[in-house]
């Protein structure tokens, strides 16, 4: 035990084995100064030992309740500590299924942009697609007989099948179906007269570079008085002319001729009217 003078402040150590209650004071070998020794000094040793054993039984206790406590607690589910007890691979587990969901969910909104876009060109593309069709379709009417002299030209069956339905269909709109006579030129024209017949030949040549439909001939008997006599229209076997060509036509046609003897002059001319 330590004991301190009351004089000078010096610190001394006890043994207090060797204290007795006969030692009724204390004296400081610095300063002389002696002092009543402090009842806690007195006391018996057994009784301090039994203090201390005591105090050690109190804390065993306390130690005994803190550990009870801590295992209740540990048995307590706590999400903080559970997150300190994962495993790294069990937090990598996790971030990677983490940043999965993110990339589903990146590829899901770049889908579904994808196909806004896609519907958005689509309703841009749609008038652009009809003022396409109504541009062919104009196109394919205001140039009718050309593609119909290629088609001649290409699907010779297919076109003569279906020339009829094509050229009411045309008819019903008024727009009939018309050679170009600017391209064509009627050559070597001879009428012969042969009692109540008139032979009549000739050739129609095409100067283009492209075929064209075969036109019919009208043909005008007139007197010399500007009577007509006879009017009469050629419709030749052939349907197109190829380019740069020609074809020859030899006709017989049976006609009712009064005097024989008139002066009459015969005419012909090429129609813009295939039908």
Not at 79 to 104: F, G, M, R, Y
Not at 115 to 139: D, G, T
Not at 217 to 233: H, N, P, Q, S
Not at 243 to 254: D, Y
Request: net charge positive.
């Amino acid at each position: 035990m330590h004991e301190k003078c009351k004089s000078c402040g010096t610190i001394f150590e006890v043994n207090e084995s060797i204290l007795t209650n006969n030692i009724r004071w204390l004296k400081c070998g610095v300063c002389n100064q002696k002092w009543v020794l402090s009842s806690t000094s007195k006391e018996n040793p057994i009784e301090n030992t039994n203090k201390t054993e005591k105090v050690k039984q109190e804390l065993a206790s306390i130690k005994s309740i803190v550990e009870d406590k801590s295992k209740i607690l540990a048995k307590t589910p706590n999400p903080v500590l559970d997150q300190k007890n994962k495993t790294v691979a069990e937090i990598a587990s996790e971030l990677s299924l983490s940043k999965l969901n993110e990339n589903n969910k990146n590829k899901i909104e770049k889908t579904k942009k994808a196909n806004e876009k896609k519907k958005n060109n689509r309703l841009n593309i749609l008038p652009l697609f009809v003022i396409a069709l109504c541009l062919i379709l104009f196109l394919a009417i205001f140039f009718r007989s050309t593609l119909l002299s290629y088609s001649f030209f290409y699907f010779p069956n297919h076109t003569q099948t279906y020339i009829e339905k094509i050229n009411s269909l045309f008819t019903k709109i008024d727009m009939p179906i018309l050679a170009d006579t600017k391209n064509l030129n009627l050559t070597n024209f001879i009428a012969k007269v042969q009692e109540q017949e008139i032979r009549f030949t000739g050739a129609i040549k095409n100067i283009s570079k492209r075929p064209m439909l075969v036109p019919r001939i009208k043909i005008l008997g007139v007197r010399e008085d500007r009577k007509i006599i006879m009017e009469k229209i050629l419709t030749l076997e052939d349907k197109i002319i190829f380019p740069n060509s020609e074809i020859s036509f030899n006709k017989l046609v049976r006609v009712n001729i009064q005097n024989q003897k008139d002066n009459v002059t015969v005419k012909a001319t090429l129609l813009k009217k295939i039908f």
